[in-house]
């Protein structure tokens, strides 16, 4: 299956990088490119992509609102968004992930990384880079619940075990290195995961993790 990826970047020199990137890998093609986030909702609408990759700070419109409108809550069939931030300066990632991003790069990724998350959002999961999101949660943490709150009725819902996969979820940790903490099958994992967004009404592995912090459930600085 070709993965069709289109680039949104306001840094013309980026986005030929990335584009010669990803033209070279067999099952990836780059059908198009927007300077700006309304840009890139007409080149949603004209090109179906199956990934965008979406940068954060652009003029007009920038990257989460323009996330938002591609990929939040309520769109049929949203197309995949995989967020490019600098990090340093971009204190609007966890916003996006909120918006329906299905994860996030730093724009120096290397390339091998950068084609393997466009399959992996492209295949319906997330990707959540552990390092980057406890620093992230750990810096916004006054955006977060102090912890006082009563936790979400919603939390009720899950089983013992689901907690504390919603709560390995949110460190980052793959199906694998789940397993491998619970001392359980990965599809056992893969069956609680399944279960917790369900039960919670979340997209994927990269909302479970951000509700795990809103509720209180997790905290940053524990991991």
């Known amino acids: 299956m070709t993965i069709r990826v289109l680039l949104v970047d306001d840094q ?3 986005r030929t ?3 010669m990137i990803l033209e070279a890998e067999s099952d990836l093609v780059v059908v198009g490119e927007a300077g700006d986030g309304q840009q890139a909702l007409d080149q949603v609408r004209a090109l179906q992509p199956d990934v965008v990759l979406m940068d954060i700070r652009m003029p007009r419109m920038d990257g989460v609102e323009a996330t938002r409108r591609i990929a939040g809550p309520g769109r049929d069939g949203p197309v995949k968004v995989l967020v490019l931030t ?3 300066l971009d204190e609007y990632v966890v916003e996006a992930l909120r918006a329906g991003a299905s994860g996030f ?12 998350a466009i399959r992996v959002v492209a295949d319906g999961a997330a990707m959540l880079a552990p390092s980057i999101t406890r620093r992230l949660l750990d810096m916004y943490a006054t955006k977060l619940p102090s912890g006082d709150e009563a936790p979400p009725q919603a939390l009720n819902a899950l089983t013992e075990r689901e907690l504390e996969v919603l709560k390995l979820v949110a460190r980052g940790l793959s199906n694998a290195e789940i397993a491998a903490e619970l001392f359980v099958s ?3 994992v893969k069956t609680h995961v399944g279960h917790v967004l369900t039960k919670l009404q979340l997209r994927d592995r990269v ?3 951000v509700y795990a912090y809103e ?3 997790v905290r940053p600085g524990t991991l």
Not at 105 to 116: F, G, N, S, T, Y
């Open 12 to 14: 013309p020199l980026l």
């Open 186 to 188: 990965e599809t056992t």
């Open 105 to 116: 790069l730093l724009k120096d990724v290397p390339a091998e990384e950068l084609v393997q």
């Open 215 to 217: 509720s209180g459930l």
């Open 17 to 19: 990088g990335f584009r």
């Open 207 to 209: 909302q479970a993790a």
């Open 86 to 88: 600098t990090f340093d």
